[in-house]
């Protein structure tokens, strides 16, 4: 592999990218050059992990060559190893993973209180997966002008919480300009995956923060092999120099996919700062004796919701919640 791209580095001259759009086969790589280009895969990519079923991910760093047939568009001939990616189960193929975007530095989850109501379950799982891919995580309210004063200030507190475990936390009106303009400086320097359930205003605010995305239209729809409808590709674009954002259309939530019942504790920072001090150490924090986990809920240092997320994640019992 490593040979072949030596004899193709002599060849062509070779030019860095990164990936912003997959679409199937083909991949928009926006060169060091600025320019956008068509790509597509050099002959077959092994896939290191077999149970991955894209090979090239929104984020990925990629070196492309000419395509000889093709002078509007170029080859990736090879991908950098990745800082994180977020994976989630396969809509195509069974019991394997899709990478939705990698060389993530923050992770958003846009949440509104009400129409609709985003639950605090949901937003403990999109945490929980952040956590386990090691993605540093933002809860993001939306539509705080439909708030009543109480209303807000009660949601600014329960959003402390959230501060206090090491999540950012935001407020805005997706519809008001000052409330982008602050948030876009919040971005700066980084590439933000944004994510949340339809409804919350995702659209509006990535247009807000990028007229040209132009969300419904740039949607591209693709026929599953089961012939399911599915319009589930993440899209990254520029949102200032050197500030990017990472789109997810169609994707509801970012899976469990990979955790295992045992490590769960490990990605709540409230449980996992206890780990170790149980009276066993399989100590699953739902019933045993002498569970550190559970004196620290019944003294009130881990909240009721928190600790009610745990164990719904736990049982599986929090399915569409
Ligand atoms: P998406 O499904 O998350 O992409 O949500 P959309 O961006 O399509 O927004 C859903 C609805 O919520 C639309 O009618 C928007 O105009 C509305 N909306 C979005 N942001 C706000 C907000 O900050 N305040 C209010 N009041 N409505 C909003
Ligand atoms: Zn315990």
């Known amino acids: 592999m490593m040979e072949d791209f030596f004899i193709l580095a002599l060849q062509f001259k070779i030019m860095q990218g990164i990936v912003t759009k997959s679409m199937g086969l083909w991949y928009l790589v926006e060169g060091s050059d600025g320019t956008s280009y068509q790509c597509r895969l050099k002959g077959k990519f092994k896939l290191e992990n077999k149970k991955i079923s894209n090979p090239v991910a929104v984020g990925d760093k990629v070196d492309l060559i000419d395509d000889e047939g093709n002078k509007d568009a170029k080859i990736i001939a090879t991908i ?30 846009v949440a509104t209180v009400a129409t609709p109501r ?54 805005i009106s997706a519809l008001d300009k000052k409330d982008i303009e602050s948030f876009k400086k919040r971005l700066s320097n980084q590439t933000t995956l944004i994510s949340g359930h339809s409804g919350v205003g ?105 600790y009610d997320s745990y164990l719904s994640m736990l049982l599986g019992d929090d399915n569409r919640r």
Do not use: W
């Open 202 to 306: 995702k659209s509006t605010l990535v247009n807000n923060l990028i007229p040209e995305a132009d969300q419904k239209t740039s949607e591209i729809s693709e026929f599953s092999e089961k012939g399911i409808h599915t319009t589930t590709f993440a899209e990254r674009f520029r949102v200032a120099d050197d500030s990017y954002i990472i789109d997810t259309p169609g994707i509801k939530e970012l899976g469990l996919a990979e955790i295992e019942s045992h490590e769960l504790s490990h990605y709540f920072p409230e449980l996992r700062e206890l780990l170790g001090q149980c009276k066993f150490n399989n100590c699953t924090h739902t019933h045993e004796p002498g569970c550190a986990i559970a004196s620290a809920y019944e003294e009130g240092e881990i909240s009721q919701s928190r």
């Open 118 to 171: 985003t639950s605090l379950g949901f937003i403990d799982r999109f945490l929980v997966t952040a956590e386990a891919f090691r993605i540093p995580a933002m809860v993001l309210c939306n539509k705080i002008d439909l708030l009543s004063p109480e209303e807000l200030s009660g949601l600014k507190e329960k959003m402390k919480e959230y501060e206090n475990l090491g999540y950012q936390t935001a407020f």
């Open 80 to 109: 950098h190893p990745r800082r994180n990616y977020i994976i989630r189960t396969s809509p195509k193929k069974k019991g394997h993973g899709h990478i939705i975007a990698s060389n993530i530095d923050l992770a958003v989850i």
